[in-house]
């Protein structure tokens, strides 16, 4: 282990530990549906991830970078698999074990403790752009594969925007969409994820308020102010469910149609064939376990 990957390692676990005397906050929405600003994102880009995974049938998989195991349960749900995880933190493997019974590692991306080919379906949302070597990362999950890779994870604008290893859980690879062609292989299907152009609607369903937090100091001012007090009151008019479904569908559309805006990439490579099912999942059934 590198020193940048121990120094992450040490910053994961005071994260999941949370803070003394302070009720642990999750970093995903374990307890069920919550209509909250820093969970309308998770939501929009974990349907459209499920939308990928969807035509596939999947008996296992394992979830790389697996924090909570808010994913890796949402498989086991809709598919009936059989799920592990993996992850660099001793504590939050503690707390995927509590929460959701799911059988976790404590390893790095790049050595994954697995034969080649032990699972159906491997993914990975929000993890390799922390890790130094993506290329070896990818490798590896490909290598423990079957069947499935799938990869979530940010693109840049251009080139050269990684951000120093001096901090810990930094984006060290930021790929554009145009480097990961070269990185996931031209044959992988990459496709943009999280449109800044939905972004602002998530207002319409978010029942806390972000007019406090840094950088978003023009909520709380002048006109900014009054448009954003009318439309969270607007907003409670609508079922904040409803409304979250309705921004997963929109964003995935936008995100699918106007590749530009968006910011995050989903990266889908067969390693196999692997096996379609006859009727994949509906978009109705991902919502249903995804927002339960």
């Known amino acids: 282990m590198d020193d940048y990957t121990r120094r992450t390692r040490d910053w994961l676990e005071?994260?999941?530990?949370?803070?003394?005397?302070?009720?642990?906050?999750?970093?995903?929405?374990?307890?069920?549906?919550?209509?909250?600003?820093?969970?309308?994102?998770?939501?929009?880009?974990?349907?459209?991830?499920?939308?990928?995974?969807?035509?596939?049938?999947?008996?296992?998989?394992?979830?790389?970078?697996?924090?909570?195991?808010?994913?890796?349960?949402?498989?086991?749900?809709?598919?009936?698999?059989?799920?592990?995880?993996?992850?660099?933190?001793?504590?939050?493997?503690?707390?995927?074990?509590?929460?959701?019974?799911?059988?976790?590692?404590?390893?790095?991306?790049?050595?994954?403790?697995?034969?080649?080919?032990?699972?159906?379906?491997?993914?990975?949302?929000?993890?390799?752009?922390?890790?130094?070597?993506?290329?070896?990362?990818?490798?590896?999950?490909?290598?423990?594969?079957?069947?499935?890779?799938?990869?979530?994870?940010?693109?840049?604008?251009?080139?050269?925007?990684?951000?120093?290893?001096?901090?810990?859980?930094?984006?060290?690879?930021?790929?554009?969409?145009?480097?990961?062609?070269?990185i996931f292989g031209r044959r992988a299907r990459i496709r943009g994820s999280l449109s800044r152009m939905a972004r602002p609607l998530y207002v319409l369903a978010a029942r806390d308020d972000i007019s406090t937090r840094v950088g978003y100091e023009r909520l709380g001012r002048g006109l900014g102010r009054a448009v954003y007090a009318l439309t969270r009151r607007a907003a409670l008019a609508f079922d904040a469910r409803r409304t979250v479904a309705w921004l997963c569908r929109r964003e995935d559309r936008w995100s699918r149609r106007w590749s530009g805006p968006t910011y995050e990439s989903i990266i889908v490579s067969e390693v196999a064939p692997p096996r379609r099912a006859s009727r994949g999942l509906s978009d109705e059934a991902i919502l249903s376990e995804l927002l339960r």
């Open 14 to 182: 005071g994260i999941y530990e949370g803070a003394p005397g302070v009720p642990y906050v999750p970093h995903s929405p374990v307890f069920g549906f919550k209509p909250l600003s820093r969970y309308i994102g998770t939501y929009c880009h974990l349907f459209a991830v499920m939308r990928e995974i969807a035509p596939y049938e999947v008996g296992s998989c394992l979830e790389v970078g697996c924090g909570e195991g808010f994913l890796s349960s949402l498989i086991r749900r809709l598919f009936g698999a059989r799920v592990a995880g993996v992850d660099l933190s001793h504590r939050v493997c503690g707390r995927a074990a509590e929460y959701f019974n799911l059988p976790c590692a404590v390893s790095e991306a790049t050595a994954l403790p697995f034969r080649d080919g032990s699972f159906d379906l491997v993914v990975s949302i929000n993890t390799l752009e922390h890790i130094a070597d993506l290329a070896g990362a990818y490798a590896e999950l490909r290598r423990v594969s079957r069947g499935l890779v799938v990869v979530g994870m940010p693109h840049a604008s251009r080139p050269g925007k990684e951000e120093s290893a001096d901090e810990p859980h930094a984006h060290v690879s930021l790929p554009t969409r145009a480097e990961m062609r070269t």
